[in-house]
């Protein structure tokens, strides 16, 4: 469950689109700090990454308060020839009057609709499909997440960080409008049941490609904090290239002698570092603990938080924290759909990464660098399971009864049947 205090309702004219459309799981926000009711190549990344500084536009008052049309002219002084300003009437026409069977999916943020921006629609502007989000606007909350969209996305340029495109700021709206990313978010191929599984080269992919984007972030002048790294804010183009979106909670982070960005806490559950949950206190290293559990989701196919299993088993990050320790145990937790076609030594050490991202102490986990530098040397591990018979095969013509009575079947692992032990009972 996302944390956001902007769980309103879309505006009227955005009604008929109904939510039976939405491809993304549920994805609401929800304040962390107040648990009421209310709502209120990887060697080069050691250096820092070169960025240009932020300019004049900021999250000041009078930004925050300013009209549509100051606050275009604003941003056109700022982001002239990066950016594009598009009118509503514009955008209405790219998602054809923002179509249903347009729809890409919703959450806390509003919805995103696929569109195709025509040659000439701006200058230099040339023809492609674009997701245009119609973000939630109603209170200051909403509009400060689409300004700190257009502040990041507008100054930051990497392979592995979604282009932002242009923008929308008329009377009431605020839109956005980026490249429009085929695969869609990672979220949807590791959970969806109808989803064809990930190979484990595909996730070690996409993980780098996240880690580099993390790295870029992390790496600047003046380090950018996430804050929000997750699966479904991981985007994929036809290559399976990841790409963060999403730059609503980032923040920038700490400057001079200071150690940490103190701020309302804020990101999703199962994935925000504990010590920011219990005291506001925000650094780099959360997003590290963060990244460790999307590594998580790698390896388990399991989401970070899942009410629906048993008490012991909803937050992955505690459930897996025994088996991490012995590369025996590591095998009862494996995804069960990669059927034994993944790297036994990449497991291993992925898991063991994984387990110092989510240390309890920040001080103990690992920066980006270093986990890019990991994560590349898993890749060239070609030991799988199902050749080195660390997998067992079930006969074809064999049916395997997960349910044996009151006991509970044994594999040659010693551990519980993958089947049982990494999905939920099937019939």
Not at 209 to 226: D, Q, R
Not at 336 to 351: D, H, K, L, N, T
Not at 413 to 426: F, I, K, N, Q, Y
């Amino acid at each position: 469950m996302k944390i956001d205090t902007k769980t309103k309702k879309p505006q009227e004219q955005w009604k008929p689109f109904t939510a039976r459309y939405c491809c993304s799981a549920d994805d609401h926000h929800a304040n962390f700090g107040s648990m009421s009711s209310k709502k209120p190549s990887s060697k080069n990344l050691t250096a820092p990454a070169q960025m240009p500084s932020f300019r004049k536009l900021s999250f000041s008052d009078s930004s925050l308060r300013s009209t549509s049309g100051r606050l275009n002219e604003d941003l056109a002084q700022t982001f002239a020839g990066d950016l594009h300003d598009f009118q509503l009437s514009e955008l209405r026409g790219a998602t054809q009057n923002f179509a249903a069977h347009f729809l890409l999916g919703e959450g806390g943020f509003g919805r995103v609709h696929k569109g195709y921006l025509e040659e000439g629609l701006k200058p230099g502007l040339k023809s492609q499909p674009a997701a245009v989000k119609l973000l939630n606007i109603e209170g200051l909350q909403g509009h400060r997440e689409w300004l700190a969209e257009v502040i990041f996305l507008g100054q930051l340029r990497h392979p592995n960080l979604v282009k932002l495109i242009g923008y929308c700021c008329e009377d009431e709206e605020r839109l956005l409008v980026y490249e429009f990313m085929p695969r869609g978010s990672l979220e949807n191929h590791l959970f969806k049941r109808m989803s064809v599984c990930l190979p484990w080269a595909t996730r070690l992919k996409i993980a780098i490609g996240a880690a580099k984007g993390l790295a870029f972030l992390h790496g600047a002048e003046k380090p950018v904090i996430y804050r929000d790294f997750k699966a479904s804010n991981i985007l994929l183009d036809s290559d399976f290239n990841a790409k963060l979106s999403d730059f609503g909670l980032a923040k920038m982070g700490p400057e001079g002698s200071n150690t940490h960005v103190t701020t309302r806490v804020m990101g999703t559950y199962g994935y925000a570092a504990p010590e920011y949950v219990n005291t506001g206190h925000l650094t780099t290293k959360s997003d590290i603990y963060s990244f460790g559990v999307v590594l998580l989701e790698f390896l388990t196919g399991r989401r970070a938080m899942d009410r629906s299993r048993a008490e012991h088993e909803q937050s992955l990050v505690d459930w897996t924290r025994p088996y991490l320790m012995s590369s025996r145990k590591m095998r009862c937790i494996m995804d069960p759909r990669f059927a034994g076609q993944y790297s036994i030594r990449g497991a291993r050490e992925m898991g063991l990464l994984a387990q110092q991202c989510v240390s309890l102490n920040p001080k103990d986990r690992p920066k980006m660098p270093a986990i890019i530098e990991t994560l590349e040397n898993i890749q060239n591990l070609r030991d799988m399971a199902i050749t080195n018979g660390q997998w067992p095969v079930t006969p074809k013509n064999s049916r395997n009864d997960n349910s044996v009575g009151k006991g509970r079947r044994q594999n040659s692992l010693g551990c519980r049947s993958a089947a049982v032990a990494a999905s939920p009972r099937t019939k």
